[in-house]
């Protein structure tokens, strides 16, 4: 469960200034898949953020998996964080490594051993649909390609949240409904989706929870299947 109680945050400390997130509440449950919609500066990043605990809010409380962040300790952060896969639109993979070597690098930096490494990543590149793509570097994928790259380094340590913060965002129209299709399938293996979008095509068709930030505040938390956009 991912618990969100009167978070705010402001990154300058100017009177007048907006706060980037204001008073956002929100309770995310185990599998749920969460759309995050809102304009450039709305705060979404932001929001995302709060839940890795790459910055931390100025007021609120934030509980993730049970973990009350105002809590934690420094020496658990890593844990946690290898507890939430993040992708995002510019993919962040490593040039100078293959394919098989920026998912393994996930691993190893998680302190697995090579026998894992060479039992699990074979597995993450099959679900990933990258199986015979192992030696190619990533300027011989296509944008595609190098998102599912994201995806399997980012799920290979199976954690319990995937945030995708706008995946799509990089990609022609075709790479976009196929990584949309393999975060669904993420999902559907038993792993919480948080997926930020500008594209309203893809709200429309994922049907799914959809919660839209405006100036940092929550402005609408629509149910699954309630989803209409503009037709
Ligand atoms: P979004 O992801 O919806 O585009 P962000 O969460 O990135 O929005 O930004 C929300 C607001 O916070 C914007 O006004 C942005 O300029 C500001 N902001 C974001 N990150 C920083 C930062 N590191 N320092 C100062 N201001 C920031």
């Known amino acids: 469960m991912i618990i969100l109680e009167g978070v705010s945050k ?46 931390l809010p100025n007021s609120g409380r934030i509980i993730v998996g049970g973990i009350d962040y105002s809590h934690i300790k420094r020496k658990h952060v890593p844990h946690l964080r290898r507890r939430i896969g993040v992708v995002f639109q510019d993919f962040k ?12 690098f996930a691993l190893e930096i998680a302190d697995h051993t090579h026998k894992e490494i060479m039992a699990i990543v074979p597995k993450v590149l099959e679900l990933v649909g990258l199986t015979g793509k192992e030696t190619k570097f990533p300027h011989q994928l296509s944008g595609g390609e190098k998102q599912r790259v994201a995806i399997a380094r980012s799920v290979a340590r199976q954690p319990r949240i995937l945030i995708a913060d706008e ?35 893809i709200v429309h068709r994922l049907n799914e929870r959809t919660l839209r930030i405006e100036d940092g505040r929550l402005v609408a938390d629509i149910a699954q299947g309630k989803v209409r956009v503009g037709r």
Do not use: C
């Open 10 to 55: 402001r990154y300058v400390d100017i009177k007048n200034e907006a706060p980037a997130l204001d008073n956002v509440s929100l309770h995310i449950k185990p599998r749920e898949f969460v759309v995050v919609v809102g304009a450039s500066g709305a705060g979404k990043s932001t929001l995302l953020k709060m839940i890795t605990r790459e910055e």
């Open 167 to 201: 995946p799509t965002g990089n990609l022609d129209n075709k790479h976009t409904w196929d990584i949309v299709e393999l975060i669904q399938k993420i999902n559907a293996l038993g792993t919480t989706v948080i997926f930020t979008t500008h594209n309203l095509e």
């Open 93 to 104: 993979l490593l040039p100078d490594r293959t394919v098989f070597e920026n998912v393994a």
